[in-house]
């Protein structure tokens, strides 16, 4: 018998001496180690598409690391702001919301179910945490779940929700390469993304992709196309939406009517805009509604600019698709409008009638338009009431008073973009207008005097401005702003009140201060309520570092930018931006910002929005330009 082994010592300071396995454990070691190394690998994407990413967000994942770890970018260490209850209820709030992204995203750790996700990412997309969208995403695939059209689609709609137009074009390409079908709503929705971006051409041709693709579109489709092309007052497109609406088999509603009726009268396009109307049911202009309108017969004629493809077989026959709705209140005020600038008084009195009478009707709402509350619903409704109720006010004003459309003839009559105090940026916002000239331009020629000149950034629909320009007519003002429905609003406004101390400036912001306003031209800077950004990783903030240092280049020294936000997220942020350069800027108040405006501050479309509601809470930020 061998002889027994010595027993083992375990006396500390001398190590155990290592057995060698036995065959059948050391096999087995050997096939535990190769597994470990092949886990190590990067798992390969399943069915991933050629000339597609598989992860179209994957620039936004460290957004999506900053918003699982709750940073968002913004909170910096040894900053002197200090935060109100606004503030810091609004802290709170994100804190909660992101608790509940990061609970969610766990939870579809576990599950590893693909409705799960798809459910996960519309709702992270509608609360727009674009970075926890990113993030349950990625999570997906890693797990080998197959995404479906409802996955891409929630995820193509939480990109447009938050501004990404171009990332969504590289998930529906990716949606593509892996032979999933985009059905209706996945079009829609990334048709609003251009839409919103003013690429009406890529939408259009989007339109017909969905032709091709025998994917019929719906009601909300046409009405986004309908609302893009007012948005950027694009009444060529408009007429093309309306033409190809015909060769489908979709009723559209009251919303598509407002949005082409304002789209026409953007463009003095008067006797189509009644020719609809008429259609609808007003009674050409002359008369009383009809009890029971005639519907509007779309279709008729050929779309333009469309190419060989418009002229396929089985399209040469319009459907007639009826609208059966009538106008809303909003379009008759338009409608008022465009007729009183063409000198058909007559018939813009009896526009303004028919608005009046609209807007004791019950509400229509648009289709497409989500409320979170009726209450909400209700406020809007208000709001739009008020603003109807102002415009034909005005226009009824202008109408009585033949000493101010006499003197206003000429401008109103030739229209916004013939206007010569109207200016746009290159490329210009709207195809079809003049862009200004090349440099800076020349105030005095402007205006027609040395008087001090102010501006206002993002002036939306000009209320403030036009307000402000009333009541101090010995200042010159211009407006900046860069959609082209807005500004002609701003310039409608400015006709109907005689001003000829306003212009306007249609563009980005940073371009147009950079090459169209000349050094230390301006006595102060006005922004208020700029849009905010829509979430942490968003890249679209007006107020950053080359803003300011346009914005301190063209004031004049020791004047002042002054910045007004409802949103507290958005006035520590800018605040943020100001502390980075304080050799441009030094705060002109004894705090950083204050908690109300001033009493004579001044009013805008959007102050009375938020007020309707409930929300009162503003920040009052006052800088004063560095150096001599």
């Known amino acids: 018998a061998p002889a027994p082994a010595p027993a083992q010592s375990f006396n500390r300071g001398q190590p155990r001496a290592r057995q060698p396995y036995p065959k059948h454990v050391a096999g087995k070691r050997r096939h535990q180690q190769a597994g470990d190394q092949r886990s190590k690998k990067p798992r390969k994407e399943f069915n991933k598409p050629k000339g597609a990413s598989a992860d179209a967000g994957a620039g936004a994942g460290a957004a999506a690391e900053a918003d699982e770890e709750g940073s968002g970018g913004e909170d910096e260490e040894g900053s002197s702001i200090v935060m109100d209850e606004g503030m ?60 479906t059209e409802y996955t891409y689609t929630n995820l193509i709609n939480a990109c447009v929700r938050c501004f990404e137009t171009d990332k969504a074009k590289l998930y529906m390409a990716e949606m593509k390469g892996m032979k999933i079908m985009p059905n209706e ?48 007052a694009d009444a060529d497109t408009a007429e093309k939406v309306y033409r190809r609406a015909g060769r489908t088999n979709i009723t559209l509603d009251s919303s598509c009517l407002e949005y082409l009726i304002k789209t026409l009268a953007y463009e003095h396009c008067v006797d189509r ?111 739009r009431n008020g603003e109807v109720t102002a415009e034909c006010n005005r226009i009824s004003e202008y109408l009585d008073d033949e000493e101010l459309r006499e003197r206003t003839k000429a401008v109103a009559l030739a229209g916004v973009r013939a206007c010569p105090v109207v200016f746009y940026g290159n490329p210009s916002p709207c195809t079809h207008t003049v862009a200004a000239p090349a440099g800076p331009l020349n105030f005095r020629e402007v205006f027609g005097n040395d008087h001090p000149v102010r501006l206002e950034v993002c002036s939306g629909h000009g209320d403030w401005l036009i307000g402000k320009a009333r009541a101090h007519p010995e200042t010159n003002w211009i407006a900046l702003e860069m959609r082209p429905d807005r500004v002609h609003l701003i310039w409608s406004k400015m006709v109907l009140a005689g001003l000829t101390n306003v212009a306007i400036l249609g563009g980005s912001a940073l371009e147009m201060l950079t090459w169209h306003v000349p050094d230390g031209s301006i006595e102060e800077v006005y922004v208020n309520y700029p849009d905010p950004p829509v979430w942490h990783g968003s890249p679209m903030r007006l107020v950053d570092e080359p803003f300011l240092a346009a914005v301190h280049r063209v004031l004049q020294p020791q004047r002042d930018l002054i910045l007004v936000t409802d949103d507290a997220a958005y006035a520590k942020i800018m605040l943020r931006q100001l502390e980075r350069v304080p050799t441009l800027f030094f705060t002109a108040l004894p705090t950083p910002y204050a908690s109300e405006v001033p009493e004579d501050y001044g009013s805008s479309y959007f102050d009375r929005m938020w007020t309707h509601g409930n929300h009162t809470q503003r920040y009052y930020i006052r800088q004063r330009r560095q150096g001599d």
């Open 273 to 383: 805009a009644w020719e609809l109307a008429t259609a609808a049911g007003a009674g050409g202009g002359a008369g009383v509604v009809d009890e029971d309108p005639a519907p509007v017969v779309l279709g008729e004629g050929d779309d333009v600019g469309g190419g060989d493809e418009e002229k396929e077989e089985g399209e040469k026959a319009a459907d007639k698709t009826p609208l059966n709705v009538g106008m809303t209140a909003p379009a008759w005020a338009a409608l008022a409008l465009v007729s009183a600038f063409t000198g058909k008084t007559e018939d813009a009195r009896v526009a303004i009638k028919h608005a009046r009478q609209e807007m004791s009707q019950p509400t229509r709402a648009a289709a497409g338009e989500q409320w979170h509350s009726r209450a909400s619903l209700a406020a809007f409704n208000k709001l």
């Open 88 to 147: 810091r209820e609004m802290r709170r709030q994100d804190k909660k919301a992101r608790k509940w992204a990061q609970t969610l995203i766990k939870k579809g750790k576990q599950l590893k179910d693909i409705k799960f996700f798809n459910k996960l990412i519309s709702q992270l997309g509608n609360a727009k945490q674009l970075g926890f969208v990113f993030l349950a995403f990625l999570i997906l695939k890693r797990q080998r779940l197959r995404p």
């Open 185 to 232: 709503v996945t079009y829609t929705a990334l048709i609003k993304g251009l839409c919103q971006d003013g690429r009406l051409k890529e939408a259009f041709a989007l339109l017909w992709e969905m032709h091709r693709m025998n994917v019929l579109p719906n009601t909300r489709t046409f009405s986004t196309l309908f609302r893009g092309c007012m948005r950027n």
